[in-house]
Nanobody
Framework: QVQLVESGGGLVQPGGSLRLSCAAS????????MGWYRQAPGKQRELVAL?????NLADSVKGRFTMARDDAKNTVYLQMNSLKPEDTAVYYC?????????WGQGTQVTVSS
């Protein structure tokens, strides 16, 4: 069992930055995958960034978003720069361990002037 708790969402102007955090209830080294998805109103949930053996970023966020991890804190981060209105969504932390998928509760990111 893995619990994931996100934080760091909010309202930001276009061109601004936010950093999301996701704290896991167990060592992230024990996880087979960890990352972020997002879901905008009326749209399907989509991959933003995923770390397995390497890091995969969605084309729409390459060059703007990066993932980082702090193993000592069992936490991963999503640094989001140059935010656009189309980045507005609920962002979900995701993890997979031994074939089971786990999701956080989601954090709202709104990019608007």
């Amino acid at each position: 069992q893995v619990q994931l708790v996100e934080s760091g969402g909010g309202l930001v102007q276009p061109g601004g930055s936010l950093r999301l955090s996701c704290a896991a209830s167990r060592s992230i080294r024990s996880l087979n995958a960890m990352g972020w998805y997002r879901q905008a109103p009326g749209k399907q949930r989509e991959l933003v960034a995923l770390v397995t053996s390497g890091t995969n970023l969605a084309d729409s966020v390459k060059g703007r978003f990066t993932m980082a991890r702090d193993d000592a804190k069992n936490t991963v981060y999503l640094q989001m720069n140059s935010l656009k209105p189309e980045d507005t969504a609920v962002y979900y932390c995701y993890a997979r361990r031994t074939g089971v998928d786990y999701w956080g509760q989601g954090t709202q990111v709104t990019v608007s002037s």
